[in-house]
């Protein structure tokens, strides 16, 4: 078998897999191990619905190639939920409606959970900021920053509760 043998992690769980030299993480998320929430939007970098986390660091994945994807840790949508549990952004995006066709969604809730894994109290233009990579085209922003807000004062009270 040709292409470049990778071995990484992603959702926490190890992964090996085979890749084509100029084959992109997207692509690879997508087409080779069947992970299809990170979207094609622009393939630019300019869109965010393909966002993923490489060891922490949000990053396009159509920017970056799945051979760099080697022995990092790589943080997907799949990798949100706790079995059924949704995550606290998840549930919030559908209580406050913040999606709509949904394409941008998956993107918007890395960024915003990456965001919050570094800030768990960001202010409103903060999270303007944190989001400003992902471009929603069907609504507008408020009823996602909404949501992130009120999913940022749930977990905080839940860790306050366990003693974090």
């Known amino acids: ?62 920017l970056v190639l799945g051979a760099e994807a080697e022995g990092h840790n790589i943080g997907t949508i799949e990798g949100m939920a706790h079995g059924e549990e949704l995550h606290p952004l998840q549930k919030k995006f559908i209580e406050h409606a913040a999606l709509q066709c949904g394409v941008c969604t998956p993107g918007f809730l890395i960024a915003a959970k990456s965001l919050l894994d570094k800030n768990p109290d960001p202010t409103e233009t903060e999270i303007r900021f944190g989001l400003a990579g992902n471009l929603c085209r069907c609504t507008g922003y408020d009823k996602i920053v909404r949501a992130v807000q009120d999913a940022a004062k749930d977990m905080r009270k839940s860790n306050s509760r366990k003693g974090a």
Not at 8 to 33: A, Q, S
């Open 1 to 62: 078998m040709s292409g470049i043998k990778v071995n990484t992690k992603i959702n926490g769980d190890p992964v090996e897999f085979m890749c084509e030299p100029d084959e992109t993480l997207l692509d690879v998320l997508r087409n080779r191990l069947g992970l299809t929430g990170a979207k094609e939007g622009c393939s630019t970098g300019d869109c965010g619905a393909c966002s993923v986390t490489v060891d922490g660091r949000l990053t396009c994945s159509c």
